[in-house]
């Protein structure tokens, strides 16, 4: 058989790639929104993850998508980057 007449099939569930359970670890800083009305909506598809989402009236992180690359702090007043961790130094 040749490999062009394979089917193409899916070989995980859909956006099982883009989860990272080793996320936290990943990120220095991650995104916070300090004011929901100063968030420009736009912003939902500056981010590279799809890890903002609207949810009813209001823009929410998924922090299992997120990597902190904060370009969604930049392009948007309202939300603002701070430490994922911010314990005793040295543990990590």
């Known amino acids: ?13 859909p956006g099982s790639l883009a989860e ?3 996320s936290a ?3 220095i800083y991650r995104p916070v929104i300090a004011d929901q009305t100063l968030v ?3 912003v939902l598809l500056y981010c ?4 903002l989402l609207l949810k009813g009236d209001e823009i929410v992180v998924s922090y299992k998508h997120c ?3 904060g370009i969604c702090a930049k392009e948007s007043e309202g939300i603002e980057m701070v430490p994922e ?8």
């Open 1 to 13: 058989m040749v490999l062009k007449e394979l089917p193409v099939v899916p070989s995980a569930e």
């Open 25 to 27: 670890i990943q990120r």
């Open 48 to 51: 590279p993850d799809g890890a």
């Open 67 to 69: 990597k902190g690359c």
């Open 20 to 22: 990272s359970p080793n």
């Open 40 to 42: 420009n909506p736009i």
């Open 85 to 92: 961790y911010t314990g005793p130094r040295g543990i990590f």
